[in-house]
């Protein structure tokens, strides 16, 4: 079967707004729900988050769910219930596995954490949710600096469970059928998409021109089925992208 392609624009995406955060969902997400777009592929939630200085995600609950969060601006604040915590900064990718349970915050906030002075910049982040492969695992956390991959250009996986990276220098993820790569794109830079049965593209800046597609700017989405290979060229100024590589979906059942 040929390739399909389902391209989702940035202000077609549900939005919250509740002062302290500005969100936009590529999928239902809490109040927002349409039962025609629960999920792609095994991804879930993709969030697109901007939170104000000295505000944030409080205390709250996780179960049975691989959670990465990538940071665009700024710096993000994490703590858990299982010791962790540190501040997550462009460049750094991390992956919770929620697992049994797991207890969090993310907050905009650096400052009680360095004891430097309190800043008033926003935090501008992605978060991305697929369920694992396997319920009820022990609670997990990662992180890795991937700036220096990035710098080299091209794609550079960012997390994965897959056995083929394995060897690669990524976070892991719960979810031998999933992983997520990131670029940095250079203006004219081609790269191809990933061959496999569900590719979500996302254009976290900038703009590039999709081939079978036509230009895409921020915020703007691509999902592939039967993803064969297909192109992606960075824009004028570039652009910074993820890309999920998938080989199943959440089962109907």
Known sequence: MASTLDIRRADERFHTHAGWLESRHSFSFSHH??????????????????VAPGTGFETH?????????????????????????????????QRMSAGTGILHSEKNDSWTLTGGPAHQDPVHFIQMWVIPDEAGIR?????????????????TTLAS??????????????????????????PGETLPIATAPFVHIFVARGSVE???????????AGRIARAEGQR????????EVL?????AAVSAG
């Open 232 to 239: 992606v060229t960075g824009g004028p100024d570039g652009a």
């Open 61 to 93: 609950p996780h179960r049975d769910m691989e959670i990465v969060t990538w940071v665009l601006e700024g710096g993000l604040v994490h703590q858990d219930s299982e010791g962790h915590n540190g501040v997550i900064y462009p460049g750094l990718a």
């Open 243 to 247: 890309m999920w590589e998938m080989t």
């Open 139 to 155: 609670p997990g956390y990662e992180q890795l600096d991937i700036n220096g991959e990035l710098d080299r250009g091209g794609w």
């Open 33 to 50: 729900r349409d039962p025609g777009n629960t999920h792609f592929g095994l991804l879930l939630v993709s969030n697109d988050d901007v």
């Open 161 to 186: 469970g897959m056995s083929k990276h394995a060897d690669q220098r990524a976070i892991g993820i719960r979810q031998k059928h999933a992983a997520l790569h990131v670029s940095r794109i250079r």
């Open 210 to 220: 999709l081939e079978g597609a036509g230009p895409l700017s921020t915020g703007d």
